[in-house]
């Protein structure tokens, strides 16, 4: 495989695209088709997606990983489960090392100019006493059948449990 020119060693250039063949992946990392199908068994985060006609199509991120995976085992002469072990290691590490994000401001609005999400669900429904028909704002409502209603409520009730974590 050719090294990117002026890049340190052990360090490629990729293609930017989003997708890779299994073909154009074995000439990037420099190793043959079944040697990446072998890999794919062995390491459970190599997972690329399939193309209707059932090729395999590698996403960067598979790269990247298939190509520190071949320095693991040929340069540092991992064994496979050693490489494995490596590579959790490795990505343990770099989720405690990521740095807190810029926290988003929040932007104070007075509850009287825009209505809360939550407000959409708990519009005025009122039934008429003659008719028995549900209406809303002078408009005649239909209401839902029982089960759809413990699907909504269900649905609510998801919705308004994310809303207190996106808030908290």
């Known amino acids: 495989m050719d090294r990117?020119?002026?890049?340190?060693?052990?360090q490629y250039a990729i293609p930017n695209k989003l997708y890779f063949r299994i073909g154009e992946v074995s000439d990037l990392v420099g190793v043959k088709p079944y040697v990446l199908r072998y890999w794919e068994s062995?390491?459970?985060?190599?997972?690329?997606?399939k193309s209707k006609s059932g090729q395999r199509l590698y996403k960067r991120r598979d790269v990247?990983?298939?190509?520190?995976?071949?320095?693991?085992?040929?340069?540092?002469?991992?064994?496979?489960?050693?490489?494995?072990?490596?590579?959790?290691?490795?990505?343990?590490?770099?989720?405690?090392e990521v740095p807190q994000s810029a926290p988003v401001p929040v932007v104070?609005?007075?509850?009287?100019?825009?209505?809360?999400?939550?407000?959409v669900f708990q519009t005025a429904v009122e039934e008429d006493a003659v008719t028995g028909?549900?209406?809303?704002?002078?408009q005649p409502v239909h209401v839902p059948a029982r089960d759809q209603t413990k699907t909504f409520m269900k649905i609510r009730k998801d919705l308004e449990e994310l809303l207190d974590m996106v808030r908290a």
Do not use: C, M, W
Not at 4 to 9: E, F, L
Not at 42 to 49: A, Q, T, W, Y
Not at 74 to 95: H, M, P, Q, V
Not at 108 to 119: G, I, K, N, S, Y
């Open 133 to 138: 028909t549900a209406q809303a704002a002078g």
């Open 42 to 49: 062995e390491f459970p985060d190599i997972k690329p997606s």
């Open 4 to 10: 990117a020119k002026g890049q340190r060693s052990g």
């Open 64 to 96: 990247e990983l298939l190509l520190r995976i071949k320095e693991l085992l040929y340069e540092e002469r991992f064994t496979i489960n050693g490489a494995r072990k490596r590579l959790k290691d490795f990505s343990r590490s770099e989720t405690k």
């Open 108 to 119: 104070h609005v007075e509850t009287d100019e825009v209505p809360r999400q939550l407000e």
